[in-house]
């Protein structure tokens, strides 16, 4: 089935499993979503359950966080990422605080998705990857389905999480078709390695895992045999399954399509410092996007974001030690 | 037609001029869309060109604009050259944005057109400053912003409309209500549906026009700027339109049904001008033909423009993220 | 004139790869204007009506419905008016965006650049190597110096090790104690090809010390006392001073003696194998501060966490068997260092002195030290020098 396919399977199977499930967002019900997620939910579960709010970010989020609060389990759809900005202060000063300021007396059970990525040549406002600004905040889970089974449990697990998970779906994903498991491959804050390599360990997520292991193959072609880490979980980072893809090939590239300064890859790469320098052979590498606001030709976009022969490179260099 | 507007004749064939280059330059858009020439977000402004029209006739040429992202029309109608706006489509070098915004970014600093804007209720809050500037600077022109209805559940328009109100700025918000936010009808993201009365409570002065009506909305457009620029304060309009296409080039329209759009379509701004005319003012076929003669040309001149535009080099990626240093230098 | 046209499945959206054919709404023969539907198609968002952008004649109908196909195909043709168009000649009067004239910068960004940034400016010590490369070389006694470094500026990488070539590297990781083990022998078998060594060794009476400690010790706790080897180690730092040939590093034929004494104990470990941390600047350190840096480095062996430094910077190596070990043992230089004692286990025994036998204890002190860089007699004094500084313990 295609990505999409499973997300949406994913939302039909949590509405059928608690009734204190809903999901609302922009245009998911009479439009049927933005990326088509949410066609056809509408006619099945009615408008208690599919809930058509106006655009407004900052209140219809805030209003997800009081229903958990209150005793739901909102899926709250925000459109985009870069929408959610609109929203950051329900979510970083609402959503992730209140555990903590209550003195752990309030919790909020909430699940936001949101698309996420560059690709669709939408230019600077539409193509944003802001894992990184969430994946900073202490009382928020952060995942990134990358495969189509985790795009098919990854709702579930987040919505039995009693505190506030967002899910980043990658746009250039949804069309793609792909094998679903049975269940889920593992719980959602574990990281796993998605291919076994000696020599170089590739670590990505979300939309670049594809571009990480497509480059993993053309790598092999020339006798150099990649690891593929998959994150998922972008907060908490699983760091024991990193340290040891790197004490075992003792090297890295990180894949993020966030811009190279202050990315996400910087975490890992600082981690990877921090913890497993003795490991290292090489220095860390990071490919990431260029320092520019996402441009609207499709050469130049393509130019700014990581790519499957930018990888290859990468893991070529830090083979030499470069 | 109203409001005490002495509108001649050669006015009108003008604004039809006008409404028929929006037109038929959307449809060569969608053509363009569909062979792949066009890419990302296409929002086409196919049955709203009135608004559009009517409104930039009535403003100064130093008057300041900020749209949306169903902004060629009034990329168009403010004077940007049709070339340069087909070229931004195209993402070339030749485009007015210089190819990187597209169609959702058109720009263009000698007409004060500060762009198209992605974000819905994104120039509200950047028009009331531009407005603010005007004013601290004793400036007599005036910030003019347009807007789709659903950008009225956004908290930026409550706070935009209540700052200019209280700091009394020179801005004149056009709210173009065509009656859905994407596929979400007026009914369902609003439970004040006249938008005209939501904004008098902040206590702005405000109006209501059909904005299927380029005669109408011109005029009412001339009564509100004289009104921001003579007594300093900020103003609503609101304008009753509709768009015929989807609310981008990939939409089934799930949301609508094709009887109310045919309804909707008979009241077309483009025909409806047509139509008046006919009536009052000897209008020939022939004249029309001529009007859309001139347009087809100027639009197979506006894609050959931006045909033989060309493509940035991969080496300027990172061109204008940063303004030039003193010495001349980009950072 | 007339031409005929393609009529192909179309592009929707950026996220739209394939439509569906679901039925024709005309048929060859149909005049169809301008946005006039020519069939319905299914996608992703729903049904959508499929116009034609030109007046003209359905000439074909291509495909059979219900169909999938890919953005771009061919589905129809239609005969239009006209002939094959030329494009229009670019009109040039068209203002270019106003903007400041910007040169743009070089691209900086270093992920797509794969320069080697210049180290900064910094005397050499030593060499180049990769991280695990050093705590390698220092767990297992590898000499860096003699290998060729191939990665950037002559930095030795993993591959460059003996036991880390490729061939290795495709076998996964080896067994620790089996790394160690072949990493011992590639050390040992380097100094014994590479060291001319000479072996000097000298009885020292050490019943004075033996019975300083035992005063010392009379009335401190077990976690408290000193051993004799914390007393050697102060006595072997003390008489270096003199004797800076032995204590340093022969590499790239040539000899620097090191400012600091960081002294390196041979430590061997239940599992087999030997580690060789060293103690840091042993000269300056009270008796007792060497036994707390001793109990505390061989506990920390035995659990593996033993920092960089201490394995890196051992200038000169003792070996000390202790109770169980022979008299005499000669041990093998551990390169790039120039010199390694040998302790022999203490015992009883009758000396000569003043032409009397009294019984006196003793340890053999061995000294293993490279030829290009002293001579035996240079040795033997250390030696000497090193028996009498361990007759008077008290000023140790």
């Given amino acids: 089935m295609t990505y999409r396919e499973a997300l949406s399977a994913g939302i039909e199977a949590a509405l059928n499993a608690d009734p204190r499930t809903f999901l609302m967002g922009e245009d998911v019900g009479r439009y049927g979503g933005c990326y088509a997620v949410s066609k056809g939910l509408l006619d099945k579960y009615g408008e208690t359950r599919i809930i058509d709010t106006p655009l407004c970010e900052s209140g219809f989020v805030g209003v997800g966080i009081g229903a958990a609060l209150g005793g739901m389990r909102p899926i709250v759809e925000i459109m985009t990422v870069n929408f959610s900005l609109l929203a950051m202060d329900q979510i970083v000063n609402t959503a992730a605080t209140l555990r903590h300021m209550s003195g752990g007396q309030f919790n909020v059970p909430v699940v936001f998705r949101m698309a996420c990525g560059a690709g669709k040549q939408l230019a600077a406002q539409h193509s944003h990857s802001w894992e990184n600004l969430y994946a900073h905040i202490p009382g928020l889970k952060v995942i990134s389905p990358g495969t189509h089974t985790d795009a098919r449990f990854m709702l579930a697990q987040a919505l039995a999480d009693p505190d506030p998970v ?118 860390v590498k990071r490919v990431c ?13 393509q130019a700014a974001i990581p790519q499957v022969e930018t990888i290859v490179a990468m893991a070529k260099a830090v083979m030499e030690g470069r | 037609m109203s409001n005490k507007l002495h509108i001649n004749r050669d006015h009108l064939l003008e604004q039809l001029k006008q409404m028929v280059r929006i037109r038929r330059f959307e449809e060569k858009c969608a053509e363009l869309y569909s062979q792949q020439k066009i890419r990302g977000f296409l929002h086409l402004y196919i049955g709203e060109e009135a608004v559009a029209v009517g409104a930039m006739a009535a403003l100064d040429e130093d008057d300041q604009v900020v749209a949306t992202y169903r902004e060629h029309g009034h990329a168009l109608a403010r004077g940007l050259a049709m070339g340069p706006v087909m070229a931004e489509m195209y993402g070339k070098t030749n485009g007015c944005s210089r190819g990187r915004g597209g169609s959702m970014h058109l720009f263009d600093n000698a007409r004060h057109f500060y762009g198209g804007n992605a974000i819905v209720g994104g120039g509200l809050p950047l028009a009331t400053g531009l407005a603010m500037a005007n004013k601290q600077q004793q400036q007599s022109s005036i910030a003019v912003c347009f807007f789709g209805e659903g950008a009225v559940a956004e908290g930026e328009f409550h706070e935009s409309l209540n700052l200019a109100a209280l700091w009394q700025l020179p801005v004149l918000y056009i709210c173009e209500n065509n009656r859905y936010a994407m596929g979400t009808a007026l009914q369902y993201s609003e439970s004040e549906m006249n938008i005209a009365k939501k904004a008098a409570s902040y206590g702005l002065q405000v109006a209501q026009v059909d904005g299927m009506n380029v005669v109408d909305v011109e005029a009412a457009v001339r009564k509100a700027v004289d009104a921001v620029r003579d007594n300093q304060q900020p103003y609503l309009l609101e304008c009753l339109t509709y768009r015929f296409r989807g609310h981008s080039s990939f939409d089934g329209q799930l949301y609508r049904d094709k009887a109310e759009v045919s309804e909707w379509e008979k009241k077309g701004p483009v025909k409806r001008l ?25 639009i197979a001149a506006a894609v050959a423009f931006a045909e033989a535009g060309e493509w940035e080099a991969v080496e300027d990626l990172c061109k204008d993220v940063y303004s030039p240093t003193p010495s001349g230098d980009a950072v | 004139m007339s031409k005929i046209i393609d009529v192909t499945m179309p592009s929707l959206g950026a996220d739209m790869t394939e439509g569906t054919l679901v039925e024709w709404q005309a048929k060859p023969g149909d005049t169809l204007n301008k946005g006039d539907i020519i069939a319905l198609l299914e996608t992703q968002k729903g049904m959508i009506d499929m116009e034609v952008y030109q007046q003209g004649v359905i000439t074909e109908l291509l495909l059979e419905p219900v169909v999938s196909v890919p953005v771009g195909t061919v589905m129809a043709r239609m005969s239009v008016a006209g002939e094959a168009a030329r494009p229009a000649a670019p009109e040039a009067s068209y203002p270019v965006a106003q903007a400041a004239a910007i040169k743009s910068p070089p691209v900086t960004s270093d992920q797509s650049q794969q320069t080697v940034i210049p180290q900064p400016n910094r005397p050499r010590q030593g060499l180049l190597a990769s991280p695990v490369v050093r705590k390698l070389a220092a767990e297992q006694q590898l000499d860096l110096s003699r290998l060729s470094g191939s990665g950037p500026e002559g930095a030795i990488l993993l591959r460059d090790l003996p036991a880390n070539g490729p061939e290795a590297n495709a076998a996964g990781s080896p067994d620790p104690a089996q790394a160690m ?177 009294e019984l006196a204890e003793v340890v053999t002190v061995s000294l293993a030290a490279d030829h290009r860089v002293s001579d035996g007699m240079t040795g033997a004094r250390f030696l000497n020098a090193l028996a009498n500084k361990l007759q008077k313990p008290e000023k140790l």
């Fill in chain 2, 274 to 298: 047509v139509r008046w005319l006919t009536e009052y003012n000897h209008f020939e076929t022939e004249e029309m033909d001529q009007i859309e003669r001139q347009v087809e040309a100027e």
């Fill in chain 3, 181 to 357: 083990r072949s990493a011992i022998a590639a050390a040992m078998a380097k100094s014994k090809r590479e060291i001319p060594h000479y072996y000097l060794s000298l009885e020292i009476d050490i019943t004075r010390a033996q019975r300083w400690l035992a005063d010392f010790n009379a009335e401190r706790g077990p976690e408290e006392r000193i051993l004799l080897l914390a007393l050697l180690l102060k006595a072997v730092a003390r008489s270096l001073h003199k004797y800076p040939a032995l204590n340093g590093y022969y590499q790239q034929q040539t000899f620097t003696p090191n400012s600091a004494i960081h002294i390196g104990n041979v430590i061997s470990l239940r599992e087999g194998g030997l580690v060789v941390p060293a103690i840091h600047d042993v000269d300056q350190l009270s008796v007792e501060e060497i036994m707390v840096r001793l109990r505390d480095m061989s506990e920390r062996s035995r659990r593996g966490v033993l920092r960089s430094s201490e394995l890196l910077d051992a200038s000169i190596t003792v070996s000390n068997m202790g109770e169980r070990g022979s008299d005499l043992l000669f041990g093998v230089i551990y390169p790039p260092q120039v010199a390694i004692i040998g302790i022999g286990k203490p015992r009883k025994t009758m000396l000569i002195k003043d032409d009397q036998p």
């Fill in chain 1, 289 to 301: 996007s260029a320092e520019v606001p996402i441009p609207y030709p499709a050469h130049l976009e």
């Fill in chain 1, 166 to 283: 967002i899910i980043f779906e990658h746009v250039m994903l949804l069309n793609e078709s792909g094998e679903v498991a049975g269940q889920a491959e593992a719980p959602m804050e574990k990281a796993l390695v998605r291919r076994q390599g000696q020599d170089v360990s590739l670590i990505a997520y979300g939309g670049n895992l594809h571009k990480a292991q497509a480059a993993a193959g053309q790598l092999a072609a020339e006798g150099i045999s990649a690891e593929v880490v998959d994150l998922r979980c972008l907060r908490p980072l699983d760091k024991a399954t990193l340290l040891a893809s790197v004490a075992k090939t003792h090297r890295a590239v990180i894949i993020d399509e966030g811009w190279h300064s202050g990315s996400l890859a910087g975490e890992i790469s600082a981690i990877i410092m921090e913890e497993g320098f003795w490991y290292l052979d090489a220095p």
